[in-house]
């Protein structure tokens, strides 16, 4: 399994683009496994920089471990560092929400209550002034942090848990334990750079691209229950989608596949 260590971005803006660009490129498929990269001289003239600049970004990929640099023969890829990474369909998200809890650990960074920002507010349908129960947590698989997560869960709901247990035990599986019936969620996933606080927590350089996600789950009775907010490192998760393509005519369409109720995530 390919060795999962935080990447570290070279010094310099225009390293760090080269980096980028040359990274999605290999974990586009792009650059296959095998394949060996253009020159220097090829790459400083393709992306407008110099030499130096192109090999501080080989070099950061070389520490990553996405490519393999041969002295006098230049550097072949070894492709993208996504081994043992996090997939989730987002057809069946809430039941892997769960096994994930279960097959990854957490470390609880913060724990406070509070009155709900404006957004949680919003989301989770509090008034104003209404406080609630906020967590930070970092997940990780086999020991790599992938994940930065913010909770926010209304006071009369967080009561029935306590500091203790959100640090050994899933948020769903306590929800659960409470007497919270889970009848669904909404969600918007955008990108988002990280601050060095998250940065430090997900080992990763400060400034990395990020996806971002933010997830208001109710109850069967349609009320908030909890109001996430997370960041997950790209090199270690990523969101799916299976598609069909339906209808007849000008009206035909890509829609969404939705698994059947109780289908394994």
């Known amino acids: 399994m390919r060795d999962h260590a935080a990447p570290r971005l070279p010094e310099g803006g225009k390293s760090r683009r080269v980096y980028l660009l040359l990274r999605d490129e290999i974990a586009g498929g792009h650059l296959p496994e095998g394949a060996m ?118 006071e009369n709901i967080a009561q029935n848990y306590s500091e203790s247990d959100l640090a050994t035990t899933p948020l769903f599986a306590l929800l659960e334990r409470g007497g919270v019936v889970i009848g669904g969620a909404r969600q918007s996933v955008t990108a988002a750079l990280a601050a060095p606080d998250v940065a430090d927590a997900l080992g990763v350089a400060t400034g990395s691209a990020l996806l971002s996600l933010t997830r208001v789950v109710q109850d069967a009775d349609g009320g908030g229950v909890e109001y996430l907010s997370a960041l997950y490192r790209p090199d270690m998760f990523r969101l799916e989608m299976a598609l069909a393509r339906v209808g007849k005519g000008a009206a035909r369409h890509w829609e969404p596949v939705i698994a059947p109720v109780g289908a394994a995530p």
Do not use: C, W
């Open 37 to 154: 990269l253009p020159g220097e001289q090829r790459l400083a003239d393709r992306h407008g920089v110099s030499r130096v600049t192109v090999r501080r970004a080989l070099d950061a990929l070389a520490r990553d471990g996405m490519i393999e640099k041969r002295g006098g023969a230049g550097s072949v890829v070894r492709g993208p560092a996504t081994a043992g990474a996090i997939a989730a369909d987002m057809t069946t998200l809430i039941p892997q929400i769960v096994a994930m809890g279960r097959q990854t650990t957490a470390r609880l960074l913060s724990f406070a209550y509070g009155p709900a920002p404006h957004p949680v507010a919003e989301g989770l349908g509090l008034r104003e002034g209404d406080r609630v129960q906020t967590a930070v947590r970092v997940r990780s698989a086999e020991g790599v942090p992938f994940s930065h997560l913010t909770t926010n869960v209304p």
